[in-house]
């Protein structure tokens, strides 16, 4: 796992049971109760693909990772194991990727991001975050980060509803202090 110095499988081990992320509570609620098809990027151990469940969305994830053929069976929810930056993505009415896409390669990042927009109904959410040039693993050629003038420019054709930047000294899941700037953003697809 790239920056991080652990496995996936530890991550989701050690971030198992922890509340679903305040964007992709924000981005449900303004949806007003209405659900869809939503595609989790980096489903990992299911935090938000189960809350989506909960409120009656139908889920598709993805994850390369075999931790996540261990997910909770659900008729709403399809588990697709591969890597998301290379999947043919669903139409769907919200594309959540809590803290799933900086770690998308810088050269398949505008692409796939691409992708994402591509799949997108009008009126369909992206929920997630992304990595800004302070934060403390830039330089990691796995991870993709972002000037908010380019995170901006990618939600040219969205209505930004929550975007919130991030910059903090705070623990990772592995118990190691970092240099975190985060970008966190909830946007409607025009």
């Known amino acids: 796992m790239a920056g991080i110095g652990m496995s996936w499988t530890d991550y989701y081990a050690k971030t198992q049971g922890r509340p679903p992320r305040p964007t992709l509570l924000e981005a449900l609620a303004r949806f007003g109760g209405r659900t869809g098809l939503a595609v989790d990027l980096g489903i990992g151990g299911g935090r938000d693909a189960l809350e989506m469940l909960e409120r009656g969305w139908r889920v598709v994830g993805f994850d390369s990772e075999?931790?996540?053929?261990?997910?909770?069976r659900h008729p709403r929810l399809t588990v697709r194991r591969e890597p998301f930056e290379t999947a043919e993505l669903p139409r769907a009415d919200l594309v959540n990727a809590s803290f799933s896409l900086p770690f998308c390669r810088p050269d398949a990042f505008p692409a796939f991001w691409g992708r994402i927009a591509a799949a997108l109904n009008p009126g369909g959410r992206f929920a997630g975050q992304l990595f800004g040039p302070r934060d403390g693993w830039f330089g990691d050629p796995g991870i993709t980060f972002l000037p908010e003038a380019e995170v901006r420019s990618l939600l040219a054709s969205f209505d930004i509803e929550c975007f919130d930047?991030?910059?903090?000294?705070?623990?990772?899941?592995?118990?190691?202090?970092?240099?975190?700037?985060?970008?966190?953003v909830v946007a409607r697809k025009r």
């Open 66 to 72: 075999p931790a996540v053929l261990a997910l909770p």
């Open 165 to 184: 930047e991030e910059e903090d000294d705070a623990e990772t899941p592995r118990g190691e202090m970092k240099h975190w700037h985060i970008f966190h």
